[in-house]
């Protein structure tokens, strides 16, 4: 494996800090914190973990991409579905812009939309139809009968900066750092439902290669995991990540089958008033690359 992961490791970057235009009141319950007996081992210290995270924040595709997608929805008892999709990323000073457009069969397509940030928001809607912000509360819902939410696709805790350091942990074979992330006040509103998140930084190249969302109580609702990876242009890209929900142990697998890199986007793609005429939008057959 290259140097050229630390380019695009972190799922979504490609997955990327979504939020709502209103908020809901916080519960009166506590929030997730570490007890006071907490001991945090000695390295790094806060100001190194926070450089750490900031190094990992920064990893991602720079300029615009498209990807085909399979959707495989794994459920722990029954039959596999399967869908296909497209994802357009891109960036911004403000933060990431992503848009999936999922086909789960008929005429229309169901369309999510977010823009990352500070000031984070996503739409959703069907091609042919209405669109809607998503409000505070609903950022986690899933997408399509699948495990797939706008808040998976955002991973706003990277843009969380209360974090305690839990240590040196081993995953699949590689030393990796282990951060518990806190949400800001503004993302407590628009996840309340989430308590805070552990994600595992690969210490060599400083990326993201698990991510775990948590309730209130530190429990682990949701997994999000890099499989593989796949270099197109001395790149690395993400070929395939899973989303596991921890309480009914179903996932979804999103795979890449094909992919265009630093291609041209219209702005119409990744804003509310041009989601249905976009829709539409194709990439030259030339600028694609199957992956396999």
Excluded at 264 to 289: N, R
Aim: glycine share 8%; aromatic share 8%.
């Amino acid at each position: 494996m290259s140097s050229g992961v630390r380019r695009f490791l972190l799922v979504a970057g490609t997955l990327f800090c979504i939020g709502a235009c209103s908020f809901v009141e916080l519960s009166a319950q506590p929030r997730l914190r570490p007890p006071a007996s907490y001991v945090q081992p000695t390295p790094p210290s806060r100001a190194e973990g926070q450089a750490i995270l900031e190094r990992s924040r920064d990893i991602g595709l720079s300029g615009p991409y498209y990807f085909e997608l399979e959707l495989s929805v794994l459920p722990r008892r029954g039959e596999t579905r399967r869908m296909s999709a497209r994802w357009f990323g891109s960036r911004t000073a403000s933060g990431a812009l992503a848009r999936l457009e999922l086909a789960p069969g008929g005429d229309r397509n169901t369309v999510l939309v977010v823009h990352g940030g500070v000031a984070p928001v996503a739409w959703r809607g069907e091609t042919g139809g209405a669109f809607e912000v998503l409000e505070a509360g609903r950022l986690s819902e899933n997408l399509e009968g699948t495990h797939v939410s706008a808040a998976d696709l955002s991973t706003p805790f990277m843009q969380w900066t209360d974090h305690v350091y839990e240590g040196l942990a081993r995953f699949r074979g590689r030393p990796t750092h282990v951060f518990l992330l806190y949400p800001s006040d503004g993302d407590a509103e628009r996840y309340p439902e989430i308590g805070g998140a552990r994600v595992f930084i690969d210490t060599a190249y400083q990326a993201i290669s698990q991510a775990q969302w948590l309730d209130e109580l530190g429990n682990p609702t949701k997994t999000i995991t890099v499989l593989d990876l796949k270099k197109i242009d001395e790149r690395w890209i993400v070929k395939s990540f899973e989303i596991r929900d921890e309480k009914s142990r179903d996932k979804t697998r999103l795979s890449i089958t094909a992919a265009a890199l630093d291609v041209s986007l219209p702005a119409e793609l990744f804003v509310a008033e041009g989601l249905v005429e976009a829709s539409s939008f194709a990439i030259a057959d030339e600028s694609i690359v199957r992956v396999r």
